[in-house]
């Protein structure tokens, strides 16, 4: 069952927001992890809500319950943020700030893959 919160948000990705008098889609950060070191881990998580916030970043959901459905069973941590543009979340993962607290765990304390998203319907 999809939490409501991140019901909600879905059904607002569906509406383009203004953005410097362009319409943009809000964009979701998609990131699965496997933490192999937890308190250098911890350094990393602790820092990221800041430098997320200050991107205009809004956690969806983060570490909570999941199944997997298809594919390796490899991680066990999941996490998706919504910016209010693709532009801002890209922005985000590369700001100096972020680079330094991911330095905490990309030494080996966990293995991440992340994704940017734009929200909407781009198949034809």
């Known amino acids: ?3 409501g919160r991140l019901k909600r948000s879905f059904a607002e990705a569906s509406r383009a927001r203004p953005f410097h008098g362009v319409y943009r889609m809000p964009a ?4 699965r992890s496997k933490i192999n070191e937890p308190v250098a ?3 990393y998580t602790d820092q990221v809500p800041g430098i997320i916030a200050r991107f ?3 956690v969806l959901a983060r570490g909570g ?10 991680f066990q ?3 998706i943020i919504e910016f209010p543009t693709f532009e801002q979340g890209v922005a985000c ?3 100096p700030e972020y680079v330094a607290a991911a330095a905490h765990r990309r030494g080996g304390a966990g293995e991440v ?7 909407g319907e781009f198949t034809k």
């Open 1 to 3: 069952m999809i939490d």
């Open 28 to 31: 979701y950060w998609i990131a």
């Open 41 to 43: 881990y911890k350094r």
């Open 56 to 58: 205009g970043g809004k």
């Open 65 to 74: 319950r999941y199944e997997i459905m298809e594919g390796p069973e490899k």
């Open 77 to 79: 941590r999941f996490v």
């Open 93 to 95: 993962f590369r700001s």
């Open 113 to 119: 893959e992340t994704v940017m998203l734009e929200a």
